[in-house]
């Protein structure tokens, strides 16, 4: 199982990232997909879910409404669109994998929100 995610970057406050994750090694069709993020004073944050068909998606309080989360299950990767990003964004965003639990992650894709 391998996720890689990619599309960090340095973005001023009220910008847009879009981060994508692509998986490779299962049916990734067969999985929930999740973001998470963490900070050094806040530690893992769950930021959104979605599920095997991507009709069903879930975000937590501090970004629902600013970003979507999506998938494509012909190309293996699934998304996250982030808009009005705010400095309290700036974090190292994971792409995990959802069985029983969080079993897989990526390596980590590092988003800035300053200005």
């Known amino acids: 199982v391998q996720l890689q995610a990619s599309g960090g970057g340095l973005v001023q406050p009220g910008g847009s990232l879009r981060l994508s994750c692509a998986a490779s090694g299962f049916t990734f069709s067969s999985y929930w997909m999740f973001w998470i993020r963490q900070t050094p004073g806040k530690g893992f944050e769950w930021v959104s879910g979605?599920?095997?068909?991507?009709?069903?998606?879930v975000y937590a309080d501090s970004v629902r409404g600013r970003f979507t989360i999506s998938r494509d299950n012909a190309k293996n990767i699934v998304y996250l669109q982030m808009n009005s990003l705010e400095p309290e964004d700036t974090a190292l965003y994971y792409c995990?994998?959802?069985?029983?639990?969080?079993?897989?992650w990526g390596q980590g894709t590092q988003v800035t929100v300053s200005s």
């Open positions: 979605i599920n095997t068909g991507g009709d069903t998606t």
């Open positions: 995990a994998r959802a069985d029983d639990f969080l079993d897989y």
